[in-house]
């Protein structure tokens, strides 16, 4: 298991504690019905007809094999062959679950209670429960982010997005935040840039997604359904938190930023943006328990009591909320 400079530093106790939550959170999820379970027949599906999507994907050229999300499918159809489809699920949930709670919880020991609460929200929760495929390329994804060596680095990120296309724009927020740091681009300049290729992002990327025949053109159009708005006060009120904590936060966090900033510029305008933010948001939550003093304290009392009023909501419906209506 790949660990970062910090983990290094962390004890055997706290390790044997790591890993002993990590699989009693892995089994926890990965034990969830094959049956009932919303989009689950999907990915039972998936797992006995993979190879025929990539051979498909291929007869309309490597591009739209590249732009259909390969590494998933080709996952799935090696896992397919060894396994019954109901264990090739729960595989996948088993090792994503593990993985990203054991990174987590080994690379911010001091954090380790609140994120134990983090890995219960309903909005972590369905990554791995639920948008499986998404919930493995966030496993892949902080493979890299938490590794130590530059080459692994680039590998497991540079990997995520062929499992689960959002984390292209993950990937492109990254770059520009290291173009701007490059650049000496200051604070307010860089959020403001940030807002506005957003948004244009948001825009265009139906059409950036038929261009390259992906899925995705179909199904990210812009919506002209009023969106709640509920989550989009919410997050507002966190990127205020991190601008008041200060320049050197945001350059330290500056990823983290502009997956925030990517979900409020497109939230009323395209599906994409909850998708882009659930496969960013475990990014932008170790940044907000970063902050320091009274924002801290906020930041804290407000995700708690919002993620306490959905967990009251969701688990005591049937399947704790997962289940298909």
């Known amino acids: ?41 999907n990915y039972l599906e998936m797992a006995r007809v993979s190879p025929l999507i990539m051979a498909r994907h291929l007869g309309q050229g490597l591009h739209s094999l590249l732009a ?7 996952l799935n159809s090696v896992l397919g062959l060894l396994f019954d489809d109901t264990v090739v699920v729960r595989i996948i949930v088993f090792f994503s679950a593990f993985v990203v709670s054991y990174l ?3 690379n911010n020991p001091k954090n380790f209670f609140w994120l134990m609460l ?16 998404q919930g493995l390329a966030i496993a892949v994804f902080l493979l890299g982010w938490f590794s130590a060596g530059n080459k692994k680095r680039l590998f497991f990120i540079g990997l995520s997005p062929f499992i689960h296309s959002s984390f292209f724009i993950i990937i492109a927020i990254m770059l520009g935040g290291w173009l701007l740091k490059k ?8 959020l403001l840039l940030y807002f506005c290729v957003s948004l244009s992002l948001a825009l265009l990327v139906a059409q950036l997604a038929a261009i390259v025949g992906a899925r995705q ?31 050197r936060f945001l350059h330290q966090y500056t990823v983290a930023s502009g997956v925030l900033i990517f979900y409020l510029a497109a939230y009323f305008f395209t599906p994409i943006a909850g998708r882009v933010f659930e496969s960013g948001v475990l990014l932008v939550l170790l940044a907000l328990l970063a902050t320091t003093g009274w924002r801290r304290i906020i930041m804290l009392t407000t995700i708690l009591a919002f993620n306490a009023a959905l967990m009251l909501v969701s688990y005591t419906q049937p ?3 997962f289940a298909e209506s």
């Open 1 to 41: 298991m790949l660990v970062s400079p910090q983990a290094a530093n962390v004890n055997q106790l706290q390790k044997f504690a790591c890993l002993l939550v990590a699989l009693l959170y892995a089994a926890l999820l990965c034990s969830f019905p094959m049956e009932g379970v919303i989009d689950r027949a």
């Open 68 to 74: 259909n999300e390969p590494v998933w499918l080709a």
């Open 104 to 106: 987590l919880l080994l």
């Open 118 to 133: 983090v890995l219960v929200f309903p909005q972590v929760m369905k990554n791995f429960v639920i948008h499986i495929r």
């Open 183 to 190: 650049l000496r681009t200051a604070p307010d300049i860089k």
């Open 217 to 247: 053109a179909t199904t990210t159009a812009i919506t002209a359904e009023a969106a709640s708005g509920i989550g989009f006060i919410f997050w507002t009120m966190m990127l205020v938190l991190m601008l008041l904590q200060g320049r």
């Open 319 to 321: 399947l704790m909320g």
